[in-house]
T-cell receptor, first 113, second 115 residues
Framework: KAGVTQTPRYLIKTRGQQVTLSCSPISGHRSVSWYQQTPGQGLQFLFE???????NKGNFPGRFSGRQFSNSRSEMNVSTLELGDSALYLC????????????FGNGTRLTVT | KQEVTQIPAALSVPEGENLVLNCSFT??????LQWFRQDPGKGLTSLLL?????REQTSGRLNASLDKSSGRSTLYIAASQPGDSATYLC??????????????FGQGTILTVHP
């Protein structure tokens, strides 16, 4: 069974540009969550999607957005990139039941120059 | 607001030693607690999940305990091996909502097991 797949693995962008990251969940998982990981702040929750609807959102500016498609695949977008957006962005999927663990992808490493 | 703390921040042990990683959380109203492992440059691998009604979970050489009332969990690793070297993260899922994907993470414990 394939795990959570994130593409691309690495991205280098310039300040002011925008970027789109993609996540394919494990087959049968309908919940997808996104996290940002930085050395200073650790792992922080960005947002969660279920059945194409955003169910929860973390404390991030509106430049961070996402969506989920009918096949549960998800994308997140960051507009007007800032240097501080450099981070490892992790996607996780689950069966969306109490007691179901989150399964993480290997992440997308975004570097903003 | 839930806060999760992990102690120690880093740990270096010789191969074969048994060790304990600690995790504490401020709000005891949780659905579950998960322990993850992260290798450098990689994503998180789920090790153990303990439901709020459970006291412990075991998988191979790993044993995790949960004392919800005191806001504490421990991860016990028996007979450590160099391959156990990684960052270990503890995360809680708060109760009271319908969202199962919003975890609050600790800062992690960097474990090094030397031969």
């Amino acid at each position: 069974k394939a795990g959570v797949t994130q593409t691309p693995r690495y991205l280098i962008k310039t300040r002011g540009q925008q970027v789109t990251l993609s996540c394919s969940p494990i087959s049968g998982h309908r919940s997808v969550s996104w996290y940002q990981q930085t050395p200073g702040q650790g792992l922080q929750f960005l947002f969660e999607y279920f059945s194409e609807t955003q169910r929860n959102k973390g404390n991030f500016p509106g430049r961070f957005s996402g969506r989920q498609f009918s096949n549960s695949r998800s994308e997140m977008n960051v507009s007007t990139l800032e240097l501080g957006d450099s981070a490892l962005y992790l996607c996780a999927s689950s069966r969306d039941r109490e007691g179901s663990p989150l399964h993480f992808g290997n992440g997308t490493r975004l570097t903003v120059t | 607001k839930q806060e999760v703390t992990q102690i120690p921040a880093a740990l270096s042990v010789p191969e074969g030693e048994n060790l304990v990683l600690n995790c504490s959380f401020t709000d005891s109203a949780i659905y579950n607690l998960q322990w993850f492992r992260q290798d450098p440059g990689k994503g998180l691998t789920s090790l153990l999940l303990i439901q709020s009604s459970q006291r412990e979970q075991t998988s191979g050489r790993l044993n995790a305990s949960l004392d919800k009332s005191s806001g504490r969990s421990t991860l016990y690793i028996a007979a450590s091996q160099p391959g156990d070297s990684a960052t270990y993260l503890c995360a809680v899922l708060n109760a009271g909502g319908t969202s199962y994907g919003k975890l609050t993470f600790g800062q992690g414990t960097i474990l090094t097991v030397h031969p």
